[in-house]
């Protein structure tokens, strides 16, 4: 097996193991207070009870967590699947931060571009929570892509 070979297949159970940790921490990390105020912002807006509480929401976070509190049947389920949702943005936004930073991922320097973003810090802390910001860093990588 070629030394390039090698070192993609570790750098991909790197990212396969960075994968199974960031879906450990989505499901068992502590619960932000901000993250408990927007799922019970959006259970206010699910529920069609925002005239009688107020909120400030913001839309494109609290309509589609809106219609998935409108459905849930606890409290614990609803944020689990929010936090899910949201692991879903993490993993977008670290694809996309190597994607921006020109990064080839059929290539082994692509993976490792990937897996270097992977292991920020900051992504990690605030990544996976249910918030606002990730859904705009989003939005601001893929405009960036763009140009």
Known sequence: MSTTKVTKTIVIAILATLVLVSLHFAINRIFQVDEIQNAFMAR??????????????????????????KTATSSSDFLITSRLIFLC???????????????????????????????????WDYGFEIRHENIVLTGMLIIMLLF
């Open 44 to 69: 206010i807006i699910g529920d069609n009870t925002a005239n009688a509480y107020y909120v400030n929401p913001e839309i494109f976070l609290l309509g589609p967590l809106a219609w998935l509190a």
């Open 89 to 123: 943005f993490f993993w977008t936004n670290i694809f996309l931060t190597a994607k921006c930073a020109g990064a080839n991922l059929k290539t082994t320097n692509g993976l490792l571009t990937l897996t270097a973003a992977a292991t920020l810090a900051p992504v």
